[in-house]
């Protein structure tokens, strides 16, 4: 897919400054005068497109609820298997395989304490796989916004 200067400016401007209101796309598409629409038809492209993977907020779970890490070690030859059925779990909101006994993670949330502990407990009982859970103790804000240099990527 080739970029043009409004994909790189969706992008660019919209890393770490989505903004927060009613209707964001609305006010995207005025900062860019653009319309609505194409901003919505645009970012579905750059998703599509595996350019982008997600458009949306990241909150700070634990003003929201209750979340944690957790993993399973899960047979390599189930590994897809064992994914795709954490991924239909409620709350699961990332999933990752990592070369470790414990190769498949994912962070959990739910409105509270105990309802997080009921949908662990269930994905664990219909897993039968060993799951670690790891509550966060010390929270890192980690930027993954990338200042992108377009005119050395050409």
């Known amino acids: 897919m080739k970029l043009d200067n409004t994909d790189k400016q969706l992008i660019n401007l919209y890393q770490r400054n989505l903004p927060v209101c009613e209707r964001p796309f609305q006010e995207m598409a005025q900062q860019l005068d653009i319309p609505e629409s194409e901003v919505i038809d ?5 998703q599509n497109h595996q350019v982008i993977s997600r458009v949306g907020p990241v909150f700070e779970h634990h003003r929201a609820g209750a979340s944690i890490l957790a993993a399973v070690a899960a047979p390599t030859e189930q590994l897809d298997l064992v ?20 190769n498949l993670w994912f962070v959990m949330t739910a409105p509270d304490e ?7 407990d269930e994905l664990e009982h219909q897993l039968r ?26």
Not at 129 to 153: C, K, N, S, T
């Open 83 to 102: 994914a795709a059925r954490i991924n239909r779990a409620p709350g699961v909101n990332h999933n990752y395989a990592r070369e470790h006994t414990y």
């Open 129 to 154: 796989l060993p799951m670690l859970r790891l509550p966060m103790v010390r929270q890192y804000h980690i930027d993954l916004g990338f200042d992108i240099d377009w005119e050395a990527l050409a």
């Open 114 to 120: 105990d309802t997080l502990d009921e949908r662990l």
């Open 42 to 46: 645009r970012l579905q492209s750059l």
